[in-house]
C-alpha cells in the first residue's frame, strides 16, 4: 500500500527558510514522478516542483531562484523527497502536498494535479510580514 507522508512545515517571518521532507513508501518501483504541490485558502491546488522521468527538477515560475527540489536515492524501497524554501513570503502561505506517479500518466505534466495517483496528507506552511 503506498503512502506519503510530509513533515517540515512550520511558522516563519518573511524571508526565512523551511525544508519540506516526503517519504514515500509501499511500491518496490521507483515512482515515474514526484512533486509538490501547494493549496492556499479558497484556491485551487498549484504545482510547485517536481522531477518527471527524466529525473529534471521542474518549477513553477512562482518559486524559481527560491525553492529547490531534491530527493535521495531509494533505501529499502523508501523514496525521500525535499523541498529547501527560501525567502519565503506571505504568498506562499498554504498547505504543501507531496504526490508520486507510477504510471505515465505525468509524462510532460510534472506540476499537474491531475497526473498523480498518489498524495500525502499536506504539512502547513505560513509565513507572516
Known amino acids: 500500500q503506498v503512502r506519503l507522508v510530509e513533515s517540515g512545515g512550520g511558522s516563519v517571518q518573511a524571508g526565512g527558510s523551511l525544508r519540506l521532507s516526503c517519504v514515500v513508501s509501499?511500491?518496490?518501483?521507483?515512482?515515474?514522478?514526484m512533486g509538490w504541490f501547494r493549496q492556499a485558502p479558497g484556491q485551487e491546488r498549484e504545482g510547485v516542483a517536481g522531477?518527471?522521468?527524466?529525473?529534471?527538477?521542474?518549477?513553477?515560475d512562482s518559486v524559481k531562484g527560491r525553492f529547490t527540489i531534491s530527493k535521495d536515492n531509494a533505501a529499502n524501497s523508501v523514496y525521500t523527497m525535499y523541498l529547501q524554501m527560501t525567502s519565503l513570503n506571505p504568498e506562499d502561505t498554504a498547505l504543501y502536498y507531496c504526490?508520486?506517479?507510477?504510471?505515465?500518466?505525468?509524462?510532460?505534466?510534472?506540476?499537474?494535479?491531475?497526473?498523480?495517483?498518489?498524495w500525502g496528507q499536506g504539512t502547513q506552511v505560513t509565513v507572516s510580514s
Open positions: 504526490a508520486a506517479e507510477w504510471t505515465g500518466a505525468c509524462r510532460s505534466r510534472v506540476l499537474v494535479e491531475s497526473a498523480y495517483t498518489y
Open positions: 522531477f518527471g522521468v527524466d529525473g529534471n527538477p521542474r518549477y513553477t
Open positions: 509501499g511500491n518496490t518501483w521507483s515512482p515515474y514522478c
